[in-house]
C-alpha cells in the first residue's frame, strides 16, 4: 500500500505570496494517478489538480503540479485570501485511494 | 451543476448501526463510480470505500472491511453506506464523492457531509 506524507504540517504565509507545498510517495507512483485537493472548513473538498499537472475544470491558473516518480509540488502563485485552505494530494492508482496527511496554508 | 447531498448522520451508540445515503444531480449517475470518504474531528481526509458505476466492483479501507457496505442504486441516483458495528473512531463527517469517468481516477465532485457521532 503505497503512503503520502507531505510537508510541511503548516505554511504561514501572507497574500501575494507563493506557496510550495509537497507530496511524497513511499514508492513511484504513475504521474496520471496523483492529485490535489483544497478543503476549507465546513464546505465540500475542492479537486485542483489531477494527474499531476492537469487544472481541474474552474480552477485559476495560480494553481499548478509538478513531479514524478516518489516527489510530487503544489505550487500556489500570488496568494489570494480564499487559498488559505487546507491542501491534500491523493493517489488513485490502485483500489485503495490514499489521501496525504495534509498542509494547512495560514495567515502569517 | 453537479450536486451531491448526503443524509442520514446521527448520534448512534457503539456497536450500532446506520446507513448514509448520497443523492447525486446534475450529471448522468449510471455512468460514473462513486466514493465515501470521512474526516474525523481534528483530522485529515480518509477514504472509506467506492463502487464501480454497475456496482461489479466494491472496495474498502482495511478500518471498515467487513464492518461497512457501499451500495447503489441508480434508478434512483443514489449510493448508499451501511455501517454496522460503528465505534467511537468511526466519528467524523462522511463525505460522498463522484469519481471522473475511467477505471482509476480522481473525485471531481462533492457533497457537504453528513456528521456522524458515535458515543454512548
Known amino acids: 500500500e503505497i503512503v503520502l506524507t507531505q510537508s510541511p504540517g503548516t505554511l504561514s504565509l501572507s497574500p501575494g505570496e507563493r506557496a510550495t507545498l509537497s507530496c511524497r510517495a513511499s514508492q513511484s507512483i504513475w504521474n496520471t494517478h496523483l492529485a490535489w485537493y483544497q478543503h476549507k472548513p465546513g464546505q465540500a473538498p475542492r479537486l485542483l489538480i489531477y494527474?499531476?499537472?492537469n487544472r481541474a475544470t474552474g480552477i485559476s491558473d495560480r494553481f499548478s503540479g509538478s513531479g514524478s516518480g516518489t516527489d510530487f509540488t503544489l505550487t500556489i502563485n500570488r496568494l489570494e485570501p480564499e487559498d488559505f485552505a487546507v491542501y491534500y494530494c491523493?493517489?488513485?492508482?490502485?483500489?485503495?485511494?490514499?489521501f496525504g496527511p495534509g498542509t494547512k496554508v495560514d495567515f502569517k | 451543476e453537479v450536486q451531491l447531498v448526503e443524509s442520514g448522520g446521527n448520534l448512534v451508540q457503539p456497536g450500532k448501526s446506520l446507513r448514509l445515503s448520497c443523492e447525486g444531480s446534475?450529471?448522468?449517475?449510471?455512468?460514473?463510480?462513486m466514493h465515501w470518504v470521512r474526516q474525523a474531528p481534528g483530522k485529515g481526509l480518509e477514504w472509506v470505500s467506492g463502487?464501480?458505476?454497475?456496482?461489479?466492483?466494491?472496495v474498502y479501507a482495511d478500518s471498515v472491511k467487513g464492518r461497512f457496505t457501499i451500495s447503489r442504486d441508480n434508478a434512483k441516483n443514489s449510493v448508499y453506506l451501511q455501517m454496522n458495528s460503528l465505534r467511537p473512531e468511526d466519528t467524523a463527517f462522511y463525505y460522498c464523492?463522484?469519481?471522473?469517468?475511467?477505471?482509476?481516477?480522481?473525485?471531481?465532485?462533492w457533497g457537504q457531509g453528513t456528521l456522524v457521532t458515535v458515543s454512548s
Open positions: 494527474g499531476t499537472s
Open positions: 491523493q493517489h488513485y492508482g490502485s483500489s485503495i485511494f490514499t
Open positions: 464523492a463522484k469519481g471522473d469517468s475511467g477505471d482509476y481516477v480522481p473525485f471531481d465532485n
Open positions: 446534475g450529471f448522468n449517475f449510471k455512468y460514473y463510480p
Open positions: 463502487i464501480s458505476w454497475n456496482s461489479g466492483s466494491t
